[in-house]
């Protein structure tokens, strides 16, 4: 799985967002042609929140305008300048949010008009997918029975500066919406769950946040923070079971270094992600038959260059100087356009002839990487990566899901990254654990409560793939059961019962040769090498396609 995760930053976001060829138009997606389900309604983009007149029933609130409903006996306008597009399992004619029966979520996302505002459409695509799919079997069952109740999302952004996100969740949480899904980056989504979501007893799940943040949440979230990407701490351990492979090939490359002791460092920006990726690392990290944090001085560094949109580069004369041997670099797109490449550029090539071996995380797998900072092949064969999640060959649900989305919204851009397919997984988690609520109010502690921890309890437990296929089954069998398994698209959907993913597989990506044997490089892929979580070890071996010759773990 090729995931890049977009950067806080709007510096260098907008150079990513410029190469990733990702649409960001503001328009919503059309109706999928066959299916008759609406996957969006733009409608009211510059109508404000309104409230006012007593109403029991939405057709109460008819005479305000089409997209007024009634929220606690007064006519709200379910649309604002933040949160402009309705999407739905009806076509945009059935108006569904009128239905009172109408199971209405929320979601806040990067505007169109923001840095991020192309990975922001992927996921807005992605719950628009899962709508469609909902859509064909005309929503999910009543508790009551009678008429299949319609779903609807509240299509929210976070404002041209990508500081609203705030105004977005109170308007969502004025609507009552008992979840909302988002926000994908770990600063703004934790600000959100603090200063609104949680004290309105209102569900956050968002389809990237990797950040351990999330977790330290738990313990005063009220159960109300949930993410389908694994924590950090999983990919710190990947790159730690990674690490000896590195340094065999750093050693077959430069057999001077193998005489004496390798030397490592750890280089992060200071946001929440790259610290906690670096801090779970080094706890863990061992070489030369020792910790890394016992070596400190002698053949180890840790240092921190600072803010992703400025880093410091009087930092690097000291790693230079240091002269490691591998390199951990941790954060966004300035990792590979700023310190790798003022690093490389001030090496002096030591006595035993060696340069160093890179590691990065997903955040460093951007566009400028393999198109810009890599000026030659002897450094791409230099760097590795790790990133969350599955591969279409190692878990089939994902790719039957790529391909759907490539189907319907191809054109703005692959959804082979991290995001797209947590959205969809979440829809359907959403869907799922309404219908588990039963009689309940549906509210987002039941969400959690009745639905969304009782989600893999028991091995055996009936299991259904998320996807369109697996839709009817499981809400029949939901119905009347307390429990289910299921496995999602993004992965396997094991769940702590606090809204953290248990585990998951963790892929190292490599930089290919842009032609086979020659040129500098290629997009980044999966090597197919990974860290393989039932077992808790590395498997596989660097495909041809890596260009990585003389690689131990290069594939015969």
Request: net charge negative; charged share 15%; with cysteine.
């Amino acid at each position: 799985m090729t995931m890049r995760r977009r950067s806080w930053s709007s510096l260098f976001a907008l150079a990513l967002l410029a190469s990733s060829g990702c649409s960001s138009s503001s328009s919503p997606a059309q109706p999928g042609a066959d299916t008759g389900a609406e996957s969006g309604a733009d409608v009211g983009a510059d109508v404000g929140f309104e409230a006012g007149g007593a109403c029991s029933v939405n057709a109460d609130c008819a005479a305000q305008g089409d997209t007024f409903v009634c929220r606690k006996q007064a006519c709200v306008n379910l649309v604002s300048a933040l949160c402009p597009t309705l999407y739905t399992t009806k076509p945009a004619t059935a108006k569904a949010w009128l239905d009172d029966s109408a199971v209405v979520f929320g979601s806040i996302l990067p505007a169109a008009s923001s840095p991020d505002g192309a990975f922001g459409k992927l996921l807005e695509d992605s719950i628009s997918l899962a709508l469609d799919d909902f859509g064909k079997v005309s929503g999910i069952p009543a508790a009551s029975g009678g008429s299949r109740r319609p779903i609807v999302v509240v299509a929210c952004n976070d404002g041209p500066s990508e500081d609203h996100a705030d105004e977005a969740a109170k308007h969502l949480v004025d609507l009552g919406v008992p979840a909302i899904i988002g926000y994908p980056f770990s600063g703004t989504a934790v600000s959100v769950a603090h200063d609104v979501t949680i004290p309105a007893g209102v569900l956050l799940f968002s389809p990237s946040v990797t950040s351990q943040v999330i977790t330290s949440l738990h313990a005063t979230d009220k159960g109300l923070v949930w993410r389908t990407a694994p924590s950090d701490v999983l990919q710190a351990r990947a790159m730690t079971l990674a690490y000896p492979a590195i340094e065999a090939a750093a050693k077959a490359r430069y057999p001077m270094i193998g005489s004496g002791k390798i030397k490592v460092a750890i280089v992060n920006g200071n946001d929440n992600d790259a610290t906690g990726i670096a801090d779970a690392l080094e706890a863990q990290l061992t070489f030369n038959g020792a910790t890394a944090v016992s070596q400190t001085g002698s053949s180890y560094l840790h240092l921190s260059y600072g803010a992703s949109t400025a880093p410091d580069l009087t930092k690097v004369p000291t790693i230079a100087a240091f002269a490691p041997d591998v390199v951990f670099l941790l954060g966004f797109n300035e990792a590979p356009d700023v310190i790798f490449t003022a690093v490389e550029k001030a090496w002096t090539t030591p006595a035993d002839g060696h340069k160093p071996f890179w590691i990065l995380p997903d955040a460093g797998e951007v566009a400028s990487l393999w198109t810009s900072d890599l000026t030659a092949d002897d450094q791409r064969q230099r760097v590795r990566g790790t990133v969350l999640g599955e591969t279409a060959t190692s878990w089939p649900n994902y790719g039957k899901f790529l391909a759907s989305f490539a189907s319907v919204h191809g054109a703005d851009g692959s959804a082979d990254t991290l995001g797209p397919a947590g959205a969809y997984d979440i829809v359907y988690l959403l869907a799922y654990a309404s219908v588990m609520t039963k009689t309940n109010p549906l509210t987002g502690a039941n969400l959690v409560k009745y639905g969304l921890t009782q989600l893999q309890t028991s091995p055996s437990s009936q299991m259904f793939a998320i996807g369109p296929s697996g839709i009817d089954p499981a809400l029949t069998f939901l119905q009347s059961n307390a429990s289910v398994n299921l496995a999602g698209v993004s992965g396997a959907l094991r769940f702590d019962g606090k809204g953290d993913l248990t585990g998951g597989d963790v892929q190292i990506w490599c930089v290919p040769p842009a032609s086979a044997g020659a040129g500098v490089a290629g997009p980044a892929i999966a090597s197919g090498v990974y860290y393989d979580d039932a077992s808790g070890s590395i498997k596989g071996c660097y495909a041809k396609a890596c260009g990585l010759a003389g690689d131990p773990l290069a594939c015969p």
